[in-house]
């Protein structure tokens, strides 16, 4: 066996050592209370992050689902202000973890509920505390997220469950418009827990949960119908209906989607979303949007080809880069965020590529919405027009299109913020007049030099030309009544039919008019839209004070 290493000391071995004096027993007791005291803190910090015990964890990790502690470390990597740790009766926080955290440099108040806690389910105990959090946000002026995974109010509380609801829904009301704020959906979200998170700007739905205001049991034994949580309540569901801004396959995809789209977002109503310095250049001359639009106008259906104006935005925006609000939903309106020469922007955009860009009940209502947040929160706006107008028919008139495009419409007249209009092709009717034209109150419209402007389409020679049609249409009946073949007398008068739509389309169908009367600021061609819209967005943005908004309320949202 090894000897024991040799072990030094500079200590004098000769020297003579100090008697140990034993404290007094009172002063021992205090020592002992200190120790106690010191013992009592370390448990209380210790206790809230220890949440429903390990095998709870466990049991969370199962199902393939975060803690709330793992959450908010994928949210930053600094360490988090967690306020009110030990509310509660059990002094454990109350299922609900809040605090401030610091993520890419700015403060964001944040919330998460502790499913290892009582299933993260709400009290008025943590009604109170969430409440608390809601309404910091809105005097500090800070963003919002909310991480929610709870199963509603607690029932063994009774009506304080439902009283703790009441005072988050009236705390995250009243901030609503002051600061942004964006909710995260985790586990199974039902009640209350569906209610108070769609209060917020945006709802993020991580894959495998649910969103309901009951669930699948109930409708069970209410209706008798068979539903699963997924039919019910699912992101597929919800990113339909607009319930779900985003639906992302897992949580830290929703995570890392929140702290992207917080980039686009100011930190209150008074200020202007942050400013990023882009190595794009501004003035590049874009020939690859030269190639889209001949390529696109090569094909059969020429100037009614469809074109996918996902190609187009690659193109202005800095980097390609753009963030889409809603992309599953009425695809053929796009929604997005975005950076013009550093500034942010609200891109709205017709996508011809989906039933010709027309605008449904649905597309109004994606557009109003976005339209009326990003007045709110000083964001400039950038519309891209390119539709033959609002979509025709008997479901649309009966689903109310008439009210849904008037508060498309509303939403964009109560506009303060810059906005810019670029009208690429089609621009007809009321469609034209309401999306963003110079008299709702565009700053600037553009004009792509291939645009048509007009009262509509190319059924407008039946107007325009009635006499001429009506010739036509008696000369091919006479034919017929002469005796020449119906085909034959058919094929001569769509001859003139013809060379009537394209004499329209060339006197009618093209921005002359529009600038003419000064409803068009100027023309751009294709490769330089990009310096064009810098140039502008920044001129109107050095001009422009941002401030919350004032005056009258409107009696619709």
Not at 91 to 102: E, H, M, P, R, V
Not at 481 to 496: I, L
Request: net charge neutral; glycine share 10%; charged share 20%.
């Amino acid at each position: 066996m090894d000897a024991s290493p040799p072990r030094y000391s500079l200590d004098n071995p000769l020297a003579e050592r100090p008697a140990v004096r034993r404290a007094p027993d009172d002063a021992r007791g205090a020592t002992a209370a200190y120790e106690a005291a010191l013992e009592f803190g370390r448990e209380m910090l210790e206790r809230p992050r220890r949440g429903g015990g390990s095998d709870r964890v466990r049991v969370q990790h199962a199902k393939n689902r975060m803690t709330v502690w793992e959450r908010i470390e994928v949210l930053t990597n600094r360490e988090p202000n967690i306020l009110y740790q030990n509310w509660g009766p059990s002094l454990d926080g109350a299922s609900l973890a809040t605090g401030i955290l610091q993520i890419d440099g700015r403060d964001v108040a944040v919330y998460g509920h502790d499913f290892t806690l009582r299933a993260g389910s709400m009290d008025a105990t943590n009604g109170a505390k969430l409440a608390r959090l809601i309404y910091m946000a809105g005097e500090r002026g800070i963003p919002l997220i909310g991480m929610n995974d709870s199963a509603g109010a607690f029932v063994p509380a009774g009506v304080g469950g439902l009283d703790g609801y009441s005072e988050a829904f009236s705390a995250l009301r009243k901030i609503s418009g002051v600061v942004p704020s964006i909710s995260l959906m985790f586990g199974y979200n039902a009640g209350g827990g569906a209610y108070l998170p769609r209060q917020g700007s945006f709802v993020i739905q991580a894959g495998e949960t649910f969103i309901g205001l009951t669930g699948p049991g109930v409708v069970k034994s209410v209706l008798g119908e068979d539903v699963s949580a997924e039919e019910l309540g699912g992101p597929g569901v919800h990113a339909q209906n607009g319930v779900a801004d985003l639906v992302t396959q897992d949580e830290l995809g929703a995570l890392r989607s929140a702290k992207r789209l917080l980039s686009f977002l100011p930190n209150d109503n008074k200020t202007l979303a942050p400013f990023v310095t882009t190595s794009d250049p501004v003035d590049r001359f874009t020939i690859e949007e030269d190639i889209l639009f001949r390529k696109t106008f090569r094909s059969p259906a020429g100037m009614s080809a469809p074109l996918d104006i996902a190609l187009f935005l690659q193109q202005i925006c800095d980097h390609g880069s753009y963030f889409e609000i809603q992309p599953t939903r009425a695809k053929n309106l796009v929604t997005a965020f975005s950076r013009i020469g550093g500034h942010v922007v609200g891109i709205v955009a017709n996508n011809s590529a989906v039933a010709s860009g027309q605008i449904d009940i649905h597309a109004a209502r994606k557009g109003t919405r976005f339209i009326r947040f990003c007045n709110l929160y000083n964001i400039p706006m950038l519309f891209l027009e390119d539709t033959t107008g609002f979509l025709p028919g008997t479901e649309q008139e009966s689903g109310g299109i008439i009210l849904e495009g008037r508060r498309f419409l509303d939403s964009i007249i109560d506009l303060r913020t810059p906005s810019i209009t670029l009208i690429l092709r089609n621009a007809f009717g009321g469609a034209y007049a309401s999306y963003n034209s110079h008299f709702v109150g565009a700053d600037m419209v553009f004009t792509m030099p291939m645009a048509r402007v007009a009262v509509m389409g190319s059924a407008g020679k039946n107007f325009v030309y009635k006499s001429e049609v009506r010739d036509l249409e008696e000369g091919c009946r006479q034919a017929i009544a002469k005796g020449m073949d119906r085909e034959s007398a058919e094929r001569v008068r769509d001859k003139g039919l013809a060379a009537l739509t394209a004499r329209y389309e060339a006197e009618f169908m093209n921005p002359k008019e529009a600038l003419s009367l000064g409803s068009v600021s100027r023309v751009v061609m294709p490769g330089t839209s990009r310096r064009i819209l810098a140039q502008n967005l920044a001129f109107l943005m050095r001009t422009y004070k941002p401030s919350p908004m004032s005056g009258p309320q409107r009696e619709f949202e």
